[in-house]
């Protein structure tokens, strides 16, 4: 069902690619991780909403009010159905943007299938950082688990050497931390280190900190972000009247005749 639009953005958007998950929303488990700048979001929006059509949905929304991100959402009203879509214009960790389209394109390929995707060791890293990463340098063993993400690790080394670039003085710490992963250990102290980096440079860009702030209040106001991350992307109710409410803050762009 999805990949002929996987395809479809990548053949449109060169700077546009999935950055983790790939496998796991392909086999219905989550949504999809992309990236893209936000130049190319109105032309995602669109090839989303023609693909949505396609496969008759009903309504298509999109929301925007978290700062970089664009959440693109199709409705099937008949099972109360999400089918999700998150493109990032930059990715932040501990209130520091790690990566914005570009950076992520030198480490791109074109998966089997036909789409673009991030290669498996540059995954690696970010699943590490972003789900196996705990705040004060702790484990965090079911995200490890659940991602994949010392499989993702060996598979690539030099995918794990391009995305530590990413990561400035704390490349080299984030090299031993992936190691000791690898390995079957933990060093906390090495992962101290790539908190510690990411967090003076969110010091360095206060409107961002602040943006993310303002992005857990809004997480919990808007309809179509408080199904995602509140209800576990399930509609409560009568699913005709989410898509009202959702539709009076503007975020609906497409509705079916049925």
């Known amino acids: 069902m ?4 996987l395809v479809r953005l990548t053949e449109r958007f060169p700077e546009w690619g999935l ?7 392909l086999a219905g488990d989550g949504d999809f ?3 893209a700048p936000e130049s190319d979001w109105d032309g995602i929006i669109a090839e989303f909403t023609s693909w ?8 298509v929304a999109a929301c925007r009010h978290v700062r970089g991100v664009l959440f693109l959402v199709a409705v099937d009203t008949r099972d109360a159905t999400l089918f999700e879509l998150d493109v990032n214009a930059r990715k932040y960790f501990r209130g520091w943007t790690v990566f914005r389209p570009g950076d992520l394109k030198p480490m ?3 998966d089997d299938r036909g ?25 965090d063993a079911d995200g490890l688990r659940r991602k994949r993400v010392v499989e993702f690790l060996e598979s690539d080394p030099e995918g794990v050497a391009a995305a530590a670039r990413l990561f400035g003085s704390a490349e080299d710490a984030l ?3 992936v190691q000791a992963v690898v390995s079957g250990r933990w060093d906390r102290s090495a992962l101290l ?8 440079g969110a010091l360095g860009d206060p409107a961002i900190v602040l943006s993310r702030l303002r992005a857990k209040r809004v997480k919990k106001r808007c309809q179509l972000l408080r199904t995602i991350f509140v209800d576990g992307r399930t509609i409560r109710g009568d699913v005709s009247g989410w898509v009202e409410r959702v539709s009076r803050h503007g975020e609906i762009v497409a509705e079916a005749s049925r």
């Open 2 to 5: 999805w990949l002929p639009l």
């Open 19 to 25: 950055w983790k998950n790939a496998d796991a929303a």
């Open 33 to 35: 991780d992309s990236t």
């Open 52 to 59: 949505a059509s396609e496969h008759d949905l009903d309504a």
């Open 108 to 110: 791109m390929e074109i």
């Open 115 to 139: 789409f673009r995707r991030v290669r498996p060791g540059a995954e690696g890293v970010t699943l590490l950082t972003q789900n196996g990463l705990k705040w004060g340098g702790r484990r």
């Open 175 to 177: 090299l031993r931390a």
């Open 193 to 200: 280190t790539v908190e510690a980096r990411a967090l003076l």
